[in-house]
């Protein structure tokens, strides 16, 4: 029902998934991602008590391999699966369940790994693969959304077009970027386009939150006021 990469950029610690489908809110069952730890996609029949139990065990050092491999031992419906993962040294690892409806499959790359299921035919995973190795020249957010274009424009899911979710994590407890479209005719155009505005009106405020190295964040009123300022905002702070 579903297809998506999950990668981590060796140059920035960066662990990210991008997930497409044609069913209702795939960013709320399928990406799970730990800082520094790794990050899951869990999708098909998907079970979300997998993600946080690979998270578990690449936390306590398993690979991804071995984390993947303990998760579905437990679960009695793993036929119905689909996963993939990737941990702290860029190793992935991937499980399509028996009972999976084609087309699906996975594709493992350099730190990342694409899998599918219930797709249009076998070249939307690896389009979508070829051009996320390809594009190095971009920013990791977009290289994700590239590629995910490549693979709707080989086919895509086999049912049509619905849901579609952006996550990435750096350095704190929370993601950097979060952003999902839940319903939407055309989630992937919609989803680039609110990747815009992130770029446009959340990144240049992201150094000033609370985050590990400054637990506070930016309390400088008249600092944050000369930000609304520049932006044509006339706001004031209670004195």
């Known amino acids: 029902m579903t297809w998506s990469i999950v990668a981590r950029d060796p140059d920035t610690g960066a662990y990210a ?3 497409t ?4 809110a795939v960013g709320a069952s399928c990406p799970f991602l730990q800082t520094g730890v790794g990050a899951v996609s869990t999708q098909s029949m998907s079970n979300r008590y997998l993600g946080p ?4 065990g690449m936390a306590r050092g398993l690979s991804a391999q071995l984390a993947l491999d303990s998760a579905l031992a437990g679960d009695e419906g793993r036929g119905l699966r689909q996963i993939h993962a990737v941990d702290a040294q860029g190793r992935v690892a991937a499980f399509t369940g028996a009972n999976c409806v084609e087309w699906c499959g996975s594709v493992a790359g ?11 035919n076998g070249d939307v995973v690896a389009r979508t693969a070829d051009v ?3 594009r190095r020249d971009l920013p990791l957010p977009e290289r994700l959304m590239e590629a ?6 080989a086919g895509g899911d086999r049912r049509g077009r619905q849901s579609a979710a952006l996550v990435v994590t750096t350095t704190e407890d929370f993601p950097d970027i979060n952003l999902r479209v839940d319903d939407h005719a055309e989630p992937l155009v919609e989803l680039s386009r609110l990747l815009a505005l992130w770029r ?3 990144e240049p405020s992201q ?20 930000g609304w300022k520049a932006r044509g905002l006339d706001i004031r702070f209670r004195r």
């Open 207 to 226: 150094h000033t939150r609370p985050s590990r190295a400054n637990p506070a964040g930016l309390t400088d009123l008249d600092a944050i006021e000369a």
């Open 53 to 56: 139990v690979v998270l578990a």
């Open 17 to 19: 998934v991008a997930v």
């Open 200 to 202: 446009v009106q959340a």
């Open 110 to 120: 350099d730190g990342f790994s694409v899998a599918g299921n219930m797709l249009a």
């Open 21 to 24: 489908t044609c069913n209702l």
């Open 132 to 134: 996320f190795a390809a």
């Open 148 to 153: 995910l274009h490549a693979g709707q424009a």
